[in-house]
Nanobody
């Protein structure tokens, strides 16, 4: 069993930065692939970024590539998503999720077994 808790959301002006955090608990947390997904009002949940268990492999959706970085800290049982040059279209509820393996570069939400409650990110124009 893995429990996830996101934090770090808020209201930011366009062009600003945010770092989202995901605190994990559970005996095998360090072995999981971790992903960030987001869901905007009226839209389907979409993949944002993923990182494998040892941080060697990462993947990003094209819309955030080059301005976002996913990372993890095993000592703190945490995963982070640093987002820069934020745009109004980044506004969404952001969720972190844990998957038992690295498949399809972490992009498939069906691969993830555990989900956090989400944190709201609002980017004002």
């Amino acid at each position: 069993q893995v429990e996830l808790l996101e934090s770090g959301g808020g209201v930011v002006q366009a062009g600003g930065s945010l770092r989202l955090s995901c605190a994990g608990s559970g005996r095998s947390f360090a072995s999981y692939t971790m992903g960030w997904f987001r869901q905007a009002p009226g839209k389907e949940r979409e993949f944002v970024a993923a990182i494998n268990w040892n941080g060697v492999m990462t993947s990003y959706v094209d819309s955030v590539k080059g301005r976002s970085t996913i990372s993890r800290d095993h000592a703190k049982n945490a995963v982070y998503l640093q987002m820069n040059s934020l745009k109004p279209e980044d506004t969404a509820v952001y969720y972190c999720a844990a998957a038992p393996s690295w498949t399809l570069e972490g992009m498939n939400s069906h691969s993830y077994a555990y989900w956090g409650q989400g944190t709201q990110v609002t980017i004002s124009a």
